[in-house]
């Protein structure tokens, strides 16, 4: 299969950025997206032109590293991460865009490559029980049940990858945050933290410049883990709650219910 | 609170939360309004008996119309929350996202993405309606105090008016049917399980709110409903009809 | 040098570890932000020690080449963790769990290190859940259990087929509460490129800034090394494009000794390979072995579709050959059992190297849903990949290079040979002797990471050192070979980019030191390796700009190390004359084409001694003794 990219190229985060066209021919329908931009690359060496500047790790779906912006849709047509992407997915010739996630919390490092730190450190105000290594109680004396832990689980699979930030409207970070908060506030093991958790991680997400949600839905639609917009009437809930009973005199309370 | 405030989370609820109320009160005045339905019955159109009952509603707890203040002045407040808490999240939002981005739309509803077109036009549309009604400044059909019958009757033998109303109710319509739902989930009042349920709800409460209105000007018009009384004599009014 | 002693304690096996603990030294938790502590890693292993010690207060410096930590190879662990709880009322103990292990790693690994790793399973799962891991449960509520290859329990703990991402996120999140607390500090996007030794210690590293291209130093009281896996010298495996030797092999150039590099673990159950310019292979759990029947055509080139070919006609070659472990035999005995059914011409697929992995008779007996529910995701991604719905057709399986059972040498308290270095998870030689069982490398590198090395580091911390400062000279000599090497990298000015090298190494690595070796094709690979050497050496091309984000010079700096690890590699398989776990070599089998160990001659480990660019590696033996297993023939029959 033959294609036409337009890729964007940008030195670093001060540069402007542009596209640059490339045509790449010969590939096989199978190859994944990021194995025909390593062909490319292969072939910039051979010119000894530049290589184009991607991320990516495990090329499984699960580490949430890659992060291209395929054809306007963060990861591309098929709400897989960009390292699933394949080329059968797209027509023989096509015009291929392919560009960065991008956010103004999200900076150009180089080419398609972005700096998602801010995402960690929305983790770091909150985005854990408390537990520090030790011993710990039986976890049989805290059942869950398989419904509550199925739950939680379909908020805990987020892979950070930072698609939902990349294709929302307003760059906001919602269904990334508001998933840790329904996996950690959903568990017993959550409850201890449960109001401060709502409340630094989002004060933090919103100290990093993320926007607002205005409930376009965009986030859940490209989100390869497919983590409903639910999480976000979740973290919604979790921080009225939160915020409001809270007593800035007294110390944090405990919302466990 | 100041907090809460502050927080995209917080402002967004307080949209929401201001969101409810003007739903709530224009509720209210739909079935108020529907009043109008029953003809010019008689010395006193049900409508207007309907508009005098308001005023004395709370009397006499509260002074002549005071209820009527009161819920002016929360919705006042409400407008001024409102607008304030979108205009400041869209300024933000703004900020989130560089501005060259293409950003294609995958699937959310058009009606999501011109939420502040629909309510700045709803805003100007709020504005000359209650220069019309309530303060009777645009009187271009003849317009009496207190006689909401009257005046409703005359506007809306005018096909510009009732343009304008119809063509405000689509906007409310737009407004509603992603705001409705979106307030739902801004206020976490959503759950897997009842999501769809809240979706097509969101959609018949706005088509309920949009048709009551709009049966108004169109039966009007229509001439289904009867011209009513010449006007009595000129009741001096404190303040025009809630309806208006 | 003689190869220091493993520093294992006295007494019976069961106290050891109590033992060990009693008599360490402490820090006074005053004195402990201190002393600095490098963790180079932030996968399960990395993550889990960061955390742990910062928590007691140590001040941890942590690094990663991702973008977050979050992102570590382990993130990609699918199917489950084990632990001997016994929650399904089998009888499973810590002594079975051990004696399973001893015997799946084919008895080339410690006794006292597996029982130790058994006797921690159980807290790492109380440790876990207490993050908030959401491991599956039971009706009930009560924790969910399956099995895996090699044993005959059910103490494998899962949630959904993404346990190493949990587990990781578990780990990644208390890692992050400890950054917030100001106890550790995490730099992403940092690749050590050498260890710093002063006086003789590990007192530092260096790290190259992967967006700006600086050179750093960082100095520190101990260094830990969780930085992985090398199964990439294979170029094709199941790892994440950027598992690399570097970290572990600078450390070896500077006398940490190299444990048994051959052995590697080639997993039975993965996507086939489908194009010349495929970049990685992707694993299917090993729990998919639990209700999937392995089988090919009996006729060879049968290329009817699988549903018509009929039952009497499918060979089940693993349920004929090992009746009682059937499907579940261990990794190295289903890889190898497939590659001999595709040698002999039965194999399936475009390239007649593949197997079915059919579920059809689990459907039909359980049901499509308790498939979906166990399986789902697998199924999904399989579909993804290749295009096929194994809920109608069988799923098509090939072996695929996936873990390495070698590492770097550590003794009982997981030190290297080099003072103060310290080597944990998949990045040690330790616990799997020459194959790993299922779901026990994340147990590993959690109970080196959150219970070993906070107790073994805490005690080496004790002693008193002089700070060492970056601008001491050692760190000057350490840049200097750093800087010269990107050097060398960035001036060969030839015209193909690292990629095409790795895969020529892979391809010679596949071939001859893959799934069966000889002493001829080892030989010649020997040689191969070292033309590729030579090609890389004269003929790389690298982007220019050393001082910037460079992804081509990270790359080609990597293969430059996994061309010198994989000779080291061969060696170590040449001379290791016996079969065992996953070192098959072709001389040494049994009648019935089984693994052939020679306990007299090799019931050791080999630990290789780097002699500079120009020298021969030099073994070093420590024989393992075995006082509470007996040495029997593996027999999964
Ligand atoms: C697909 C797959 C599935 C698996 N499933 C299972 C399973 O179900 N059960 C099981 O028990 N095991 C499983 N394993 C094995 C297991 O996942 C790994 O052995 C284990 O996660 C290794 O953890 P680690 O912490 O040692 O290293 P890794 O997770 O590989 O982490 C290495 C870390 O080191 C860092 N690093 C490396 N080099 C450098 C450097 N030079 N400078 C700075 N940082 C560096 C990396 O950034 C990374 O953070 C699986 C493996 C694979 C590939
Ligand atoms: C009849 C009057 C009005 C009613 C009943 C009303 C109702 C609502 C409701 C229910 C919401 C949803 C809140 C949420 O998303 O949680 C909303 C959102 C919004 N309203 Fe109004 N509104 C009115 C007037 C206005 C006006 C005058 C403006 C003009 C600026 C406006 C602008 C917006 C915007 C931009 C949003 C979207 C905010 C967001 O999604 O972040 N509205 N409105
Ligand atoms: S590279 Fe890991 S998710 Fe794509």
């Known amino acids: 299969m033959n294609f036409t990219l337009e890729i964007w190229r940008q030195f670093d985060t001060g540069e402007e950025g542009r596209y640059e066209d490339f045509t790449v021919e010969g590939i096989d329908p199978e190859a994944s997206f990021l194995e025909m931009l390593d062909q490319l690359n292969e072939r910039l060496t051979e010119e000894e032109r530049r290589t184009v500047a991607f991320d990516s790790d495990c090329r499984e779906g699960i580490c949430g590293t890659c992060s291209l912006v395929i054809n306007d849709t963060p990861h591309g047509p ?114 201890a933290e449960r109001g401060n958790r709502a409340n630094s991680m989002v004060e933090q997400m919103d100290e990093e410049g993320f926007g607002g949600c205005t409930n376009f839905g965009e986030c859940s639609r490209v989100c390869p883990q497919e983590i409903s917009l639910d999480v976000i009437g979740m973290l919604n809930r979790e921080y009225r709650k939160a915020r409001l009973s809270r007593d800035p005199k007294d110390p944090p309370t405990m919302l466990a219910q | 609170m100041v907090e809460f405030w502050r927080s995209t989370i917080g402002k967004k609820t307080f949209v929401a939360v201001t969101g409810t109320i003007l739903v709530g009160y224009l509720i209210l005045h739909m079935v108020g309004n529907l009043n109008s339905l029953f003809g010019p019955t008689g010395a006193e159109p049900r409508v207007d008996w309907y508009a005098g009952w308001l005023r004395e509603l709370g009397e006499p707890l509260l002074p002549f119309a005071g209820a009527l203040w009161i819920v002016r002045a929360i919705l006042l407040g409400s407008v001024i929350i409102h607008i304030t808490g979108v205009v400041q999240l869209r300024f933000r939002n703004r900020d989130a996202r560089p501005a060259r981005y293409p950003a294609r739309k995958i699937g959310r509803s058009w009606e999501s993405g011109v939420m502040m077109t629909s309510g700045i036009l709803l805003a100007a549309f709020i504005v000359f309606h209650i220069l019309q009604f309530t303060t009777l400044t645009v009187d271009v059909t003849p317009l009496h105090h207190e006689q909401v ?60 709110i949009v048709v009551g209105f709009a049966l108004v000007p169109i039966l009007f018009w229509t001439g289904l409903l009867d011209a009513p009384e010449p006007p009595a004599a000129t009741i001096t009014a404190i303040a025009g009809g809630l309806t208006g | 040098m003689r190869l220091p002693d493993a520093k294992i304690p006295p007494g019976p096996l069961e106290h050891k570890w109590q033992a060990w603990i009693d008599q360490h030294r402490l820090v006074g938790p005053n004195n402990r932000s201190g002393k600095n502590v490098i963790v180079i890693g932030t996968g399960l292993a990395g993550a889990s020690a960061a955390a742990s010690l910062a928590a007691q207060g140590f001040g941890v410096k942590s690094f990663c080449f991702q973008d977050s930590p979050r992102r570590a190879h382990s993130i990609a662990a699918q199917g489950g963790i084990n632990a001997s709880k016994d929650y399904a009322n089998e009888g499973d103990s810590v002594r079975r769990l051990f004696a399973d292990t001893m015997k799946g790693g084919d008895f080339r690994s410690r006794e006292a290190n597996v029982w130790r790793l058994a006797e921690l399973s159980e807290n790492i799962i109380d440790q876990a859940v207490a993050q908030g891991v959401p491991f599956n449960r039971e009706y009930g509520g009560q924790l969910a259990t399956r099995s895996f290859g090699g044993v005959l329990v059910q103490r494998t703990f899962y949630s959904r087929g993404q346990t190493g991402q949990q587990l990781l996120l578990g780990a990644y999140s208390a890692l992050e509460q400890q950054v917030a607390a100001g106890n550790a500090v995490v730099h992403s996007r940092h690749e050590m490129l050498d260890v710093v030794i002063v006086d003789g210690e590990a007192r530092g590293v260096i790290v190259r800034n992967l967006v700006t291209g600086e050179i750093e130093r960082h100095a520190a009281d101990a260094v830990i090394l969780a930085s992985g896996g090398y199964t990439n010298v294979y170029y094709l495996s199941t790892n994440a494009m950027g598992s690399n030797v570097t970290a572990a092999w600078r450390a070896h150039r500077h006398g940490a000794l190299m444990a048994n590099p051959s052995y590697t673990q080639i997993h039975p159950t993965c996507i086939p390979q489908s194009g010349e310019y495929q970049s990685k292979l992707t694993l299917m759990s090993e729990s998919l072995r639990n209700d999937g029947r392995v089988w090919v055509p009996r006729k060879g080139g049968d290329d009817r579709p699988p549903a018509e070919i009929p039952e009497d006609e499918r060979f089940y070659y693993l349920e004929e050959r090992y009746p009682s472990f059937g499907n579940l035999a261990p990794r190295d005995i289903a890889s190898r059992a497939a590659k001999v059914v595709c040698d002999d011409g039965l194999g399936v697929g475009p390239t007649g190297r593949g197997v079915y992995l059919d579920f059809r008779d689990a459907i039909a007996q359980r049901g499509r849903d308790v498939v979906e529910v166990r399986y789902g995701n697998l199924f999904e991604m399989y579909e993804n990949i290749t295009g096929e719905n194994p809920y109608e057709t069988p799923m098509m399986i090939y072996p695929a290079p996936h873990y390495a059972m070698g590492g770097l040498w550590v003794d009982y308290e997981l030190q290297t040979t080099i003072p103060g270095l310290f080597a944990i998870g998949e990045a040690n030689f330790s616990d799997h002797g020459a194959n790993r069982l299922g779901a026990s490398a994340l147990m590993q590198a959690l109970a080196d990471g959150y219970f070993i090395v906070p107790h073994t580091v805490a005690h080496h911390l004790t002693a008193d050192r002089e700070s060492v400062s970056t601008t001491d000279s050692a760190f000057d000599t350490a840049q200097d070979a750093v800087e010269s090497h990107i050097t060398r990298l960035m001036d060969v000015g030839g015209t193909k980019a690292a990629q095409v090298f790795h895969r020529e190494l892979g391809n010679v690595m596949l071939d001859y030191c893959g799934m069966a070796r000889n002493a001829p094709g080892l030989e010649k690979a020997l040689t191969e390796i070292g033309e590729i050497r030579e090609n890389f050496w004269s003929d790389l091309r690298v982007d220019p700009g050393r001082d910037e984000f460079n992804q081509s010079l990270e790359y080609a700096n990597r293969v430059s190390d996994f061309l010198e690890l994989g000779e080291l590699m061969c060696l170590d398989a040449l001379r290791r004359e016996e079969s065992c776990g996953g070192h098959f070599r072709e001389e040494y089998e049994t009648d019935d084409g089984e693994a052939l160990r020679d306990d007299e001659r090799f019931a050791k480990v080999t630990a290789w001694e780097y002699q500079g660019d120009d020298g021969d590696p030099v073994p070093h033996d420590e024989q393992l003794s075995f006082e509470n297993v007996k040495l029997a023939t593996r027999s999964y029959k």
């Open chain 2, 149 to 208: 019958y009257f005046n409703l009757y005359n506007a809306f033998q005018e096909w510009y008016f009732v343009a304008i109303y119809l063509v405000a109710l689509i906007l409310i319509g737009v407004h509603l049917r992603h705001g409705i739902w979106s307030l739902v989930q801004t206020l976490g009042l959503d759950s897997p399980a009842r999501n769809r349920g809240i979706r097509y709800g969101a959609t018949t409460l706005t088509l309920v």
């Open chain 1, 78 to 191: 098929r709400q897989v991460t960009s390292c699933q992407t394949y080329m059968r997915d797209f027509e023989d010739g096509a015009t291929i865009r392919v560009e960065p996630f991008r956010s103004t919390t999200f900076p150009v490092i180089r080419d398609l490559v972005t700096d998602r730190s801010a995402l960690d450190r929305v983790i770091q105000a909150g985005g854990y029980t408390g537990a520090t290594t030790g011993p710990q109680p039986e976890p049989n004396s805290m059942p869950v049940a398989p419904e509550v832990q199925e739950k939680a689980m379909d908020a805990a699979i987020c892979i950070g990858c930072g698609a939902c930030v990349a294709a929302c409207p307003n760059g906001a970070a919602m269904l990334f945050t508001g998933a840790k908060v329904t996996h950690l506030n959903l568990l017993p093991q959550g409850q």
